[in-house]
């Protein structure tokens, strides 16, 4: 990843992460709690992506039909989870987000994961993690994924981290998509 694409990624998932992070609080607190897919619809549970990663997570924001950032037609069930154990740059902690679609959503969305991950000099490959699994490579760092099913699309992406906690947590990305129900 050039410095310059890096540098731009990063200021883009912090503005995406404020925005986020402001309101729905009282949906997130009733998620955090319990080891079964919550009831508002997040394709992950805290427990899954602790045992995952290694790192202590809180889902500090759930939103249903939200419209993405980058295709603004199609809305998502969109869950913000941090690990304030891992800080990034500013202290801030490492954010990862599931945009869950479904229907003819599916399908742009996956144009737009593959579009995006080439045009910034990374390569689109399976994952080991599921059938229907791919990651974006770039520069030996795996920071984003889809699982594909038939009738759903869950896209998981880190929002902030950084180089290091990138190469670090390239390892375990495929456990995080496996991780995904």
């Avoid at 897919?37 to 939103?63: D, F, M, N």
């Avoid at 941090?82 to 990862?96: F, W, Y």
Wanted: aromatic content about 4%; hydrophobic content about 40%.
């Amino acid at each position: 990843m050039t410095r310059p694409t890096a540098a731009r990624a990063y200021v883009l998932g912090l503005a995406i992460a404020a925005v986020l992070l402001a309101g729905c609080r009282p949906q997130a607190e009733t998620a955090r709690s319990g080891g079964t897919k919550p009831a508002s619809g997040c394709s992950l549970t805290v427990e899954e992506l602790s045992k995952a990663t290694g790192l202590s997570w809180e889902l500090k924001e759930k939103r249903d039909d939200h419209p993405l950032e980058t295709l603004e037609s199609v809305k998502a069930s969109v869950c913000l989870y941090t690990a304030a154990d891992a800080p990034q740059a500013g202290s801030d902690p490492l954010v990862l987000r599931t945009d869950t679609v479904g229907g003819k959503d599916v399908a742009a969305v996956r144009q737009e994961f593959t579009e995006s991950c080439t045009g910034y000099d990374g390569k689109v490959r399976e994952s080991s993690a599921a059938d229907g699994a791919i990651v974006c490579d770039r520069d030996g760092a795996v920071a984003e994924g889809l699982v594909e099913s038939v009738d759903r699309l869950v896209n998981v992406y880190f929002v902030n981290a950084d180089k290091t906690t990138a190469i670090k947590l390239t390892k375990k990305f495929d456990a995080i998509l496996k991780a995904v129900g």
